[in-house]
């Protein structure tokens, strides 16, 4: 077993590599080091989980390239995990959610099928499921109007893994639901708020706290992925997974749990972005049919877990991360 992970230097990426170190199985990563957030962050990432000589920097977008690399490593196994990422940021830059999300996309699934691969994994989102109703999300239900840019971009690599046709390798895409942990990417809110917090920032709050999150840790999400790349089955299909522990938090309950650590922070109340939508709340029952462990890491235990690696890090660098 070969495994390459695209966008390896980021955050679910770079614990993935580091996972997958761990259980020695063979790995390389693949990134394009965008300056979406901080450049130093992610390289400090590599350097912190002891996989910078096995990450190297690849465009996705560059099919030559990619084929070089798959003809000289020849992975059995594809996690693609490499695209942009950030819901509001996609209003601001919509450039790269169409060339990245993609076109880049398109070009690690039809080189992964030119050379064999036995697995495809890719990343799709919780935000494919936009203000759907029905609760708990489940897989099989029909997707409403995406309310952005990301979301669009998710739904398409959906559409395209289900129907460009299938020829060796398995389609597996996993929607995840609010992925958090250390090494989070600054711009998500429980990063924002720790960094802020031990910084005495002020956090501007742009979401109602009465809306709810399926809050997941990454360590849960890791174990799912090398779960899937591990699964001897082959399905002649493309297959679509939540990844999600099922059990969603109002933004009001995070706060309280954070506060039960201590953790001072202040808040500043803005207008409501139309981007966030109401609730994430993922049904568990096709990682249960396809015996994959369910994600059970608490949000108390991992917003302790995160806050840990947070007080673990130099106070210039937060300030350079979340700037």
Known sequence: ???????????????????????????IGIDTFSKYYSTDMKKARLKNLKFSKDCIEVDV??????????????????????????V?????????????????????????EEFEVEKFIYASSSSVYGENTHIPFAESQELGSPKSLYALSKISNELIARNLPLNKTQRIGVR????????????????????????????????????????TFVDDVSRVLIEMINQKSFVNESKIFNIAGGVPYTFSELFKIIEELGINFKIIQKEIS????????????????????????????????????ILSQDIKDLKNWLN
């Not at 990426?13 to 996972?19: E, I, R, V």
């Open 61 to 86: 977008c560059d099919i030559l390239s990619l084929k070089d690399l798959f003809t000289s490593f020849r992975p059995t196994h594809v996690v693609h995990l490499a695209g942009q990422g950030g």
């Open 1 to 27: 077993m070969k495994v390459l992970v695209t966008g390896a230097a980021g955050f679910i990426g770079g614990n993935l590599m580091s996972q997958l170190h761990k259980q020695k199985i063979e790995a």
């Open 88 to 112: 509001r940021a996609s209003a601001i830059d919509p450039y790269p959610y169409i060339y990245l999300n993609q076109f880049g996309f398109m070009n690690v699934l039809s080189v992964s």
């Open 274 to 309: 139309n981007f966030d939508v109401k609730r994430t709340h993922a049904s568990v029952e096709e990682l249960k049919n396809n015996n994959f462990t369910i994600p059970n890491t608490t949000l108390e235990v991992g917003v302790k877990k995160t806050w840990e690696w």
């Open 176 to 215: 995840f639901f609010t992925v958090y942990g250390p090494w989070n990417r600054p711009d998500m809110l429980i990063f924002r708020i720790l960094a802020n917090a031990i910084l005495g920032y002020e956090l501007e709050l742009t979401t109602n706290l009465g809306y709810e999150r399926d809050f």
